[in-house]
């Protein structure tokens, strides 16, 4: 063998082991990386479990803001946060929101796996069956604030301002935005978002007036009852009661 082909054949050695070296090196800094994300998340539904009625708002507008500027942290969404999430869950907050396919909440506020305590309903509606789920994520899961959100040109209210006759069973949508309908009547300005706001001030009345479980709550501070509107146009959620 030649001083050439021995020089050769060491090289393709180095290359092998420092090849090797470094695939070993990759695969323990993503183990780290994949521990201390973990970490990250186990900390991070630890401190959701202790946050007050006015941080888990914070916590929410706050996502909402990257949101709007396009900052978005996608956070609780790896591997970590699933498998601590396969046996317990602790959200900090529900959310009543309409099942309109242009507000969903983990994305406006941008937030993850295990944080949100979904309910969706054409027109952010209230009705047994919502009120017994948002019960259960007071009682049952300690969820400190409860955020009703409804939207900007929502249909389920506009049917209601409209007055037409409608199919199946979407009738009971408008009956039950109806009463909001009533209290804007005399109203100036625009009649839709007039009736927006009233019909979501309507619900989070409903929600306080409406269960003995919420009501305690509310009245011992363990619990926070919020009206917001999401603006379609500029993609900022606004408190507005």
Known sequence: MTETEKMGKMSRRNLIRIGGASAMAASLGSQL???????ADTNSQEAFSNLTADGALKKLMDG?????????????????RISELTNSQHPFATILGCSDSRVPPELLFDQGLGDIFDIRVAGNIIDDAVLGSIEYAVA???????????????????????A???????????????????Q?????GDKLDNLVRANIKMSVD?????????????????????????????????IIY
Do not use: M, W
């Not at 990386?33 to 970490?39: E, G, R, T, V």
């Open 33 to 39: 990386f994949n521990s201390q994300s973990a970490l």
């Open 64 to 80: 909402n803001q990257r949101y709007v500027q396009q900052k978005r942290s996608f956070p609780d969404q790896n591997q970590g």
């Open 140 to 162: 049952e899961l300690g969820v400190p604030l409860i955020l009703v959100l409804g939207h900007e040109r929502c249909g389920a209210v506009k049917a209601t301002l409209d």
């Open 164 to 182: 037409k006759p409608l199919p199946g069973h979407i009738g009971t949508l408008v009956a039950a935005i109806q009463p909001a309908l009533e």
């Open 184 to 188: 804007v009547q005399n109203q100036s």
């Open 206 to 238: 409903k929600l306080k007036a409406s269960s003995p479980i919420l009501g305690e709550a509310v009245k011992t501070g363990k619990l926070k009852i919020v009206g917001a509107r999401y603006d379609l146009d500029t993609a900022k959620v606004e």
